[in-house]
């Protein structure tokens, strides 16, 4: 991913952050002559046992991820496999409206990160939903409302056959805050209010802003 240097984390532990608020990522392998490289969307977590957390960037971090065993994408994967794992954050169009000056181009204020490394697919059924037990664990802490896994864990045992859960380990982790850095203070002003007035994740934007600006 190119990344300008103005548009740069301002620390590593951002891209961490945006990792965890943002789990749902796109896996990407290189397929066959035939079928052309692969693409998943799948809920991805740090490994809770890999100690990311305490990690200044996430360079040899594991992280957890699984999905259906019908995908050809799984029949596909091999121990080491080359991959990437794109995460998608609080974005939004910015009208050149917004700048009070002509000539003038629309754009798009975007966060996001891409982290390279290698795959290993789990063959053990007891480690495969220790996967789906941490992700579902970790995502009701993040984002449900207390739901209590133990009821499910037959569920969970019954549907596994049909699970590929998978580690990765991360050897490279970028990531881009494009959020009009290029502006001028008065602009960028205008753009973080006009984020902060809109709907839903598009607030989220104004306070990455908000972050960048402080920081820098």
């Known amino acids: 991913m190119f990344v300008p240097r103005m ?3 301002p620390d590593a532990q951002w891209i961490l952050e945006l990792v965890r608020r943002n789990p749902l990522a796109m896996l990407m392998t290189n ?3 035939t079928d052309g490289p692969f693409g998943t969307h799948l809920p991805v977590i740090p ?3 890999s100690g990311a957390e305490e990690l ?3 360079t040899g971090a594991t992280l957890l991820g699984h999905m ?3 995908n050809p994408q799984w029949k596909a994967l091999r121990p080491g496999t080359p991959a990437v794992l794109s995460f998608a954050g609080p974005h939004g169009y910015v009208s050149p409206t ?6 003038a181009a629309p754009t798009w204020n975007y966060t996001a990160a891409q982290l390279r490394g290698a795959i290993e697919p789990i063959d053990s059924a007891e480690e495969a939903l220790s996967v789906v037990r941490a992700t579902a664990g970790t995502l009701e802490a993040d984002f449900g409302a207390g739901w209590d896994m133990a009821d499910s864990i037959g569920h969970f045992r019954r549907i596994l056959p049909g699970v590929g859960a998978f580690r990765f380990t991360v050897t490279r982790a970028t ?3 494009k959020l009009s850095q290029e502006q001028n203070g008065e602009t960028q002003g205008r753009v973080c209010r006009h984020f902060q007035e809109a709907a839903g994740r598009q607030r ?6 908000s972050r960048v600006t402080e920081v820098r």
Request: charged share 30%; no cysteine; glycine share 4%.
């Open 47 to 49: 490994d809770p046992r």
């Open 68 to 70: 259906n065993r019908a």
């Open 175 to 177: 990531a881009i805050f």
């Open 56 to 58: 200044t960037d996430l």
């Open 31 to 33: 397929g066959t002559d």
């Open 7 to 9: 548009y740069r984390e």
């Open 98 to 103: 917004l700048y009070q000056h002509t000539p």
């Open 204 to 209: 989220e934007v104004a306070d990455y802003m």
